[in-house]
């Protein structure tokens, strides 16, 4: 009875050995990569700081930016002029590729950079010094770290930023000068073009995301980072 017993109980301990590493594969394997945090869609505000409040220009200057993203994908939308200016980044860090889409009336420009390129066009801009505080701030309910920003540049211009290790994006910042932060940023600041803009979410839902969004209108003409630089800066010096 005693051996019995013994040999039932070996039984459903192995069982369960069994039971539980089946479910920690379905979970954690790598089918299990991505959570129901893997997808969504965050809505930032737009903010100008460094812009006169009575500057008519700032009625058509992007007031909100939406940001999509999908098992370590993620593209950003912003548009201004009445929707006659569009500007879109698509980042994919499995392809270790960065692509640049802008639509101004009827003219539409792609600049896309691969693995070293994008490197390069990092140590182009302006070196970020990145202090993490250890202080936090709530925002849309998740608790985010602070960060204080100073920008490598003549000015020492230095700002905060707000960010959460709980939307599920890999290295989300990995293209950028933001590469140090490990989570992704909701609020911060960037300035490129001679604008400054302030960014602050107002809402997260968490959703399936079509594979439509990171695809790219064959309409769009392939052109280098130099010619995109002119391009965006004309756009922008015609808002200030």
């Known amino acids: 009875m005693i051996y019995l017993w013994e040999l039932i109980n070996k039984t459903l301990k192995k069982v369960s050995h069994i039971l539980i590493t089946a479910v920690f594969l379905i979970l954690f394997g790598c089918e299990g990569k991505y959570s129901e945090k893997s997808q969504g869609i965050i809505a930032y505000k737009v903010s100008y700081p460094k812009m006169d409040k009575n500057n008519f220009m700032l009625d058509f200057m992007p007031k909100k930016m939406t940001l999509k993203f999908k098992n370590d994908k993620y593209v950003t939308n912003l548009s201004a002029g009445m929707g006659m200016f569009k500007t879109s980044f698509i980042i994919d860090k499995d392809a270790n590729e960065f692509s640049q889409l802008v639509k101004l009336i009827n003219k539409k420009y792609i600049l896309t950079l691969k693995g070293e390129d994008i490197k390069a066009s990092i140590n182009s801009l302006p070196t970020y010094h990145i202090e993490h505080?250890?202080?936090?701030?709530?925002?849309?309910?998740?608790?985010?770290?602070?960060?204080i920003i100073t920008v490598d540049n003549e000015a020492n211009d230095a700002f905060t930023v707000f960010y959460t290790n709980k939307i599920d994006i890999e290295s989300p910042n990995w293209n950028n000068q933001f590469k140090e932060i490990d989570g992704v940023m909701l609020e911060y600041q960037y300035e490129k073009y001679g604008i400054c803009m302030r960014f602050k979410a107002q809402n997260i839902k968490f959703t399936e995301i079509d594979d439509s969004e990171f695809e790219i209108d064959s309409k769009y003409v392939p052109i280098s980072e130099v010619e995109?630089?002119?391009?965006?800066?004309?756009?922008?010096d015609s808002f200030q």
């Open 133 to 147: 505080t250890g202080e936090t701030k709530k925002i849309l309910g998740y608790i985010c770290e602070k960060a």
């Open 228 to 236: 995109m630089n002119k391009e965006m800066q004309e756009i922008f």
